[in-house]
């Protein structure tokens, strides 16, 4: 009965932090004349990855790195066959040209990096956690500096200034809200798990991946609804590329990460990059330049035979 309450308690949270987040962001992009699409793909992205980073550390400092590998791991996977997957669903998005010549080789990069340093030696050194943060680094300067909208902005009357004690009153209410309801989540979800006997690999590539991927589903969806796609796209391919930069740089290099779950190098890693590489040929078909319905039931697929492959 408690991890239930846990897990209802921690949707609530999550539900109300996406929220405070959106409205941060636009007001944030308005302030600066920042594209809204780099607002979500910095400061919404860094506050929705900020779960998988603590779960990532803590789990990795308690002697469990297959929760901290299969979390990350999962949760990209979970980013675009379940979270992008009902976004789209609920709401087609257009995308120009310039997004898939930045953004999204930018996240294939940054998982073929992570393929390169884990697969043959099973092991996320120090200095290559400090590779894959410097990558993060110079990416955000890039972004930051040349980065044009990427996602046509739909509604763009419909964005409200904010004064700047608010903007900071709810980046911080969301940031807090989206940890703390990831907490009860993680906590509730492991807990029902764990009363099966399932092993640390299996509990983070599913519900430990799906919990810490809560927060960018609720921010995705409530800009979906407000009509801020450019954000909900650009928070969901910046929350990869964050967790394989961010997450699993700053994790290695405070302490290497060893598999002991071989699933992780022969199943897992391969799935993530299959659907990273998936993205690029949907957004083509059957229409070109945007991502439907069809698109995501497409991904939706995908992620279902994901889990069952992976819980059979």
Do not use: C, H
């Not at 997004?99 to 340093?117: C, K």
């Not at 302490?255 to 590489?277: C, K, N, R, Y």
């Amino acid at each position: 009965m408690g991890n239930l309450l846990f897990i209802v308690l921690g949707l609530v949270l999550l539900i109300a932090g996406g929220n405070w987040l959106l409205k941060s962001a636009v007001a944030l992009s308005l302030r600066l004349f920042i594209p809204k699409i780099v607002i979500g793909m910095t400061v919404v992205s860094f506050a929705t990855s900020a779960p998988e980073l603590i779960v990532s550390i803590k789990a990795a400092l308690d002697g469990f790195p297959d929760l901290s590998l299969g979390n990350v791991v999962g949760s990209n996977i979970a980013n675009l066959g379940l979270v992008l997957a009902i976004t789209v669903i609920m709401g087609s998005i257009k995308v120009r040209k310039s997004f898939y010549t930045t953004d999204w080789p930018v996240m294939i990069v940054a998982s073929l990096m992570f393929f390169g340093f884990i697969y043959f030696d099973g092991e996320l050194q120090r200095y290559e956690g400090i590779i894959l943060v410097s990558f993060l680094f110079v990416f955000l300067v890039y972004l930051l500096r040349f980065q044009k909208t990427a996602v046509v902005d739909e509604m763009p009357e419909d964005d409200i200034p904010l004064p700047l004690y608010k903007i900071v009153l709810f980046l911080g209410l969301g940031g807090i809200a989206l940890w703390g309801g990831s907490e009860l989540l993680i906590n509730g979800a492991v807990g029902l798990a764990s009363s099966f006997g399932v092993s640390d690999r299996i509990i983070a590539i599913t519900i430990v991946s799906v919990g810490t991927s809560v927060p960018e589903l609720a921010a995705s969806v409530i800009a979906v609804i407000k009509k801020e796609k450019a954000i909900s796209l650009g928070n969901l391919i910046g929350s990869n590329i964050f967790n394989l930069l961010a997450v699993l740089g700053i994790t290695s290099i405070i302490t290497p990460i060893t598999v002991m779950d071989d699933g992780l190098l022969s199943s897992d890693i391969f799935w993530m990059l299959g659907i990273s590489f998936l993205i690029f040929p949907l957004v083509f078909f059957p229409k070109g330049l945007r991502l439907g319905w069809r698109d995501g039931l497409v991904l939706l697929a995908f992620y279902g035979i994901f889990i069952y492959m992976t819980i059979k």
